[in-house]
């Protein structure tokens, strides 16, 4: 029997530590894996070959998600060759400061990777996406986006952006086979979370730990298989019972 075709997958942000954990979980389920980076395109190229490496099919796409044009540019090429059926939009940016010393750069830059990044790339995928009458999209989002954080109102109107926007999306697409949900991550074991001291996640998270990246992928993967095709609309967090 022909082996069959690997459903594609586009995540953004793959050069960072979840992005990266995602990549390697749809990899190992068989997916093509999309690997998108804009300012660290040499890390995502080593995931990439990491990939191929140990089996697994995947490409790498440059470009920068807050850019309309850029973005359709660079996936035009790529939806040629097929649909895109699995989107993780995982791209985002801090800028911390309290509100009232907050510039309008700091202000936008969040919610332009975020959130209008969604945009500019969910929109190209969209009627490729319908056609085939299949589809997963995932929003990588925060537990700031459901309880705020001091010095993060700009991320976290970014992610909550995120959120509303997901579940409006849904509705719009659910009778075309395709689900749209949002992760929203506590304190993971990252390079961002370094931040946070033993004392800050005792004192933070029930559960006493950092969770680890390979989690937060195991919860998208599960989002974006077969099994999670009655599961759309929802943010679902992995915090390890911070609310």
Not at 34 to 47: K, S, V
Not at 76 to 82: G, H, T
Not at 183 to 195: D, H, L, Q, W
Request: proline share 6%; aromatic share 4%; hydrophobic share 45%.
């Amino acid at each position: 029997m022909p082996r069959p075709v690997p459903r594609r997958a586009l995540v953004t942000g793959a050069s960072g530590a979840i992005g990266a954990a995602i990549c390697r979980r749809l990899a190992a389920d068989g997916c093509h894996v999309i690997c998108h980076a804009h300012t660290r395109p040499d890390e995502a190229a080593r995931l990439v070959s990491e990939l191929m490496q140990a089996g697994g099919s995947a490409s790498l796409c440059v470009f920068d998600v807050t850019d309309a044009h850029a973005a359709a540019c660079a996936l035009a090429p790529v939806l040629a060759e097929a649909p895109i059926q699995i989107l993780v939009h995982n791209a985002g940016v801090h800028d911390d400061a309290v509100l009232a010393g907050m510039t309008p750069e700091q202000w936008r830059r969040p919610l332009e990777v975020s959130l209008n990044g969604f945009h500019h790339v969910a929109q190209p995928l969209l009627l490729p996406m319908i056609r085939t009458r299949w589809g997963r999209i995932v929003s990588v989002t925060s537990v700031a986006g459901l309880l705020g954080n001091r010095g993060q109102a700009n991320y976290a109107a970014a992610k909550a952006g995120l959120h509303a926007a997901g579940k409006s999306l849904a509705l719009e697409v659910a009778s075309r086979g395709i689900t749209v949900n949002a992760v929203a991550p506590g304190i993971i074991a990252t390079p961002m979370s370094r931040v946070f001291g033993p004392d800050d996640i005792a004192r933070l998270v029930p559960m006493g730990r950092a969770g680890d990246c390979r989690e937060v992928a195991d919860l998208v993967g599960f989002l974006v298989s077969d099994q999670a095709g009655y599961i759309t609309g929802q943010v679902i967090s992995i915090n390890g019972g911070m609310i």
